[in-house]
């Protein structure tokens, strides 16, 4: 899908933004670069000349190329987040339903959803395990696969979960409709109406839905776009509240991307296992980081069983096959049950279709390869903004998974300007809809997990231009 010139440059962005290669740093001259990675010396121009078009290094005269000075080198990051501290019922999430349709519409440019375009999924493949499925299984199919669900499914994902350092019986697995699923079931196992559950902030909104609709209270806890929740402000807020049940996104999160560091997914394990609340851990996008190396889970430091981890193929394989699953070995009776009296049983043909997915080595393979493109993507898009958004934008650097969060100038009403955009046939997130609260009028989420082409690059011009227009002085957006 992309030339190997693109992939070099997306890995020198990355020690860049790691600081690995520092402002200032020489890079090697072409010549050497091509000796040092086994490339023609066009290859190696290509890599640099990307670079610094995106504006990460410069060409000195007779010097060669240097990593840019950091302030002049891209827009800064947002910083940790302020939610006011009380819980509250959740508001505002009207405009997600329209969201959501105009991912489907094939005439809009979708950066709102984060929903992959199909380049970046192996469709084909899964289509052949669903065909081969159906007819190779034609009796099985046909029948219900009641909770909790097909054994050779939950088999493989026990090994899956073992070899990211999680160790959970296949027997305490339980399949779902997809990780919203998932979640859902492990509040409705923890909680009941009224109950006051801590966030991040800012959160999934798909999560938010869940908690308004089982009569929940949010309490939105600050968290870092890097590392994740703050767990000081967790300890604060445990002290002064009745909290039943805390759910994070420690790998990627949505919309922030942050991936919380081992230690404190460990500290954040313990806290809540003294405190007895249960901890629902989000991992959708865990298998999705650039890294070589898998991001580790709150799972694997769950030696109480206080975790119950939640994930799903939507993101890697398809959002379509509908298949996630939840462990708690405590709970799993419980959990079984709600699955049972809320939809009888998860679709047999795609669990055994998922399960040859992972059985064949077809879903390592595909993820292996997709973590790259997905970087590439990331950084493609930071670029644009960079380049065509007002400066001040501020941009989150997410080191897995493929949404943006992006901070505007404070005049800027994301809805408002997601409002305008739908009619030009652009979706993006308005910040709020990512709060309990409608918190971050002036943000939105772009995803990034589309394939690039003009007319990507036209839209993000239009909302460059939209959000300068309602930046610019005397010209505020309407409220
Ligand atoms: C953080 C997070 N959790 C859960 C989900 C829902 O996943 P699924 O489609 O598997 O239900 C999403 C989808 O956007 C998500 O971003």
Same mark, same amino acid.
């Given at each position: 899908?992309?030339?190997?010139?693109?992939?070099?440059?997306?890995?020198?962005?990355?020690?860049?933004?790691?600081?690995?290669?520092?402002?200032?740093?020489?890079?090697?001259?072409?010549?050497?670069?091509?000796?040092?990675?086994? @490339?023609?010396?066009?290859?190696?121009?290509?890599?640099?000349?990307?670079?610094?078009?995106?504006?990460?290094?410069?060409?000195?005269?007779?010097?060669?190329?240097?990593?840019?000075?950091?302030?002049?080198?891209?827009?800064?990051?947002? /910083?940790?987040?302020?939610?006011?501290?009380?819980?509250?019922?959740?508001?505002?999430?009207?405009?997600?339903?329209?969201?959501?349709?105009?991912?489907?519409?094939?005439?809009?440019?979708?950066?709102?959803?984060?929903?992959?375009?199909?380049?970046? &999924?192996?469709?084909?493949?899964?289509?052949?395990?669903?065909?081969?499925?159906?007819?190779?299984?034609?009796?099985?199919?046909?029948?219900?696969?009641?909770?909790? /669900?097909?054994?050779?499914?939950?088999?493989?994902?026990?090994?899956?979960?073992?070899?990211? $350092?999680?160790?959970?019986?296949?027997?305490?697995?339980?399949?779902?409709?997809?990780?919203?699923?998932?979640?859902?079931?492990?509040?409705?196992?923890?909680?009941?109406? /009224?109950?006051?559950?801590?966030?991040?902030?800012?959160?999934?909104? /798909?999560?938010?839905?869940?908690?308004?609709?089982?009569?929940?209270?949010?309490?939105?806890?600050?968290?870092?776009?890097?590392?994740?929740?703050? @767990?000081?402000? &967790?300890?604060?807020?445990?002290?002064?509240?009745?909290?039943?049940?805390?759910?994070?996104?420690?790998?990627?999160?949505?919309?922030?991307?942050?991936?919380?560091?081992?230690?404190?997914?460990?500290?954040?394990?313990?806290?809540?296992?003294?405190?007895?609340?249960?901890?629902?851990?989000?991992?959708?996008?865990?298998?999705?980081?650039?890294?070589?190396?898998?991001?580790?889970?709150?799972?694997?430091?769950? =030696?109480?069983?206080?975790?119950?981890?939640?994930?799903?193929?939507?993101?890697? &394989?398809?959002? $379509?096959?509908?298949?996630?699953?939840?462990?708690? *070995?405590?709970?799993?009776?419980?959990?079984?049950?709600?699955?049972?009296?809320?939809?009888?049983?998860?679709?047999?043909?795609?669990?055994?279709?998922?399960?040859?997915?992972?059985?064949?080595?077809?879903?390592?393979?595909?993820?292996?390869?997709?973590?790259?493109?997905?970087?590439?993507?990331?950084?493609?898009?930071?670029?644009?903004?960079?380049?065509?958004?007002?400066?001040?934008?501020?941009?989150?650097?997410?080191?897995? $998974?493929?949404?943006?969060?992006?901070?505007?100038?404070?005049?800027?009403?994301?809805?408002?300007?997601?409002?305008?955009?739908?009619?030009?046939?652009?979706?993006?997130?308005?910040?709020?809809?990512?709060?309990?609260?409608?918190?971050?009028?002036?943000?939105?989420?772009?995803?990034?997990?589309?394939?690039?082409?003009?007319?990507?690059?036209? =839209?993000?011009?239009?909302?460059?231009?939209?959000?300068?227009? *309602?930046?610019?002085?005397? @010209?505020?957006?309407?409220?």
């Amino acid at each position: 899908m992309s030339h190997l010139y693109e992939t070099l440059a997306a890995e020198l962005a990355q020690q860049i933004d790691q600081e690995t290669l520092r402002s200032g740093d020489r890079l090697p001259g072409v010549r050497t670069f091509s000796r040092q990675r086994n @490339i023609s010396v066009a290859t190696a121009v290509a890599t640099y000349r990307r670079l610094e078009a995106d504006g990460y290094i410069e060409a000195r005269a007779r010097s060669g190329f240097f990593v840019r000075a950091r302030e002049r080198l891209r827009s800064r990051e947002p /910083g940790i987040t302020r939610p006011r501290g009380r819980p509250r019922p959740v508001s505002g999430q009207e405009l997600v339903l329209e969201l959501v349709k105009a991912a489907n519409d094939p005439g809009v440019v979708q950066l709102g959803a984060a929903v992959p375009d199909p380049a970046f &999924l192996p469709t084909h493949a899964v289509e052949r395990a669903i065909c081969q499925a159906a007819r190779q299984h034609r009796l099985h199919t046909s029948a219900y696969e009641f909770p909790p /669900g097909l054994p050779e499914l939950r088999r493989q994902l026990a090994r899956r979960m073992a070899e990211s $350092g999680c160790q959970v019986h296949a027997d305490d697995i339980v399949v779902t409709n997809g990780c919203q699923e998932a979640l859902t079931l492990a509040l409705r196992a923890v909680t009941t109406p /009224g109950d006051v559950v801590a966030i991040e902030s800012p959160t999934f909104y /798909g999560l938010l839905q869940v908690i308004d609709s089982l009569g929940l209270e949010a309490l939105e806890i600050p968290t870092h776009p890097r590392d994740g929740m703050a @767990i000081d402000a &967790l300890q604060l807020a445990l002290a002064q509240w009745p909290v039943k049940a805390c759910i994070v996104t420690p790998n990627y999160s949505n919309p922030l991307g942050g991936c919380m560091p081992d230690d404190g997914k460990r500290r954040l394990v313990e806290l809540l296992a003294r405190h007895g609340v249960p901890l629902i851990e989000d991992d959708v996008y865990g298998d999705l980081g650039f890294a070589q190396r898998r991001p580790s889970t709150c799972k694997a430091f769950d =030696a109480d069983d206080n975790v119950f981890y939640c994930a799903s193929f939507s993101k890697t &394989l398809s959002p $379509g096959v509908r298949i996630g699953w939840v462990v708690n *070995a405590r709970q799993r009776a419980k959990i079984e049950y709600l699955k049972y009296v809320t939809n009888l049983a998860t679709p047999t043909v795609t669990q055994i279709a998922v399960a040859r997915l992972l059985e064949s080595g077809t879903y390592e393979r595909h993820v292996r390869k997709v973590r790259g493109e997905y970087m590439r993507a990331v950084e493609r898009m930071i670029a644009a903004v960079d380049r065509l958004f007002p400066a001040g934008t501020r941009v989150t650097r997410p080191l897995g $998974g493929f949404v943006l969060w992006i901070e505007l100038a404070r005049e800027v009403d994301s809805f408002e300007l997601a409002r305008r955009l739908l009619p030009l046939g652009i979706s993006v997130a308005p910040g709020p809809i990512f709060s309990a609260s409608q918190r971050y009028r002036h943000f939105i989420r772009l995803s990034c997990a589309r394939k690039w082409d003009d007319q990507v690059e036209r =839209a993000l011009a239009t909302i460059a231009r939209l959000v300068a227009e *309602a930046t610019a002085p005397g @010209i505020t957006a309407a409220r």
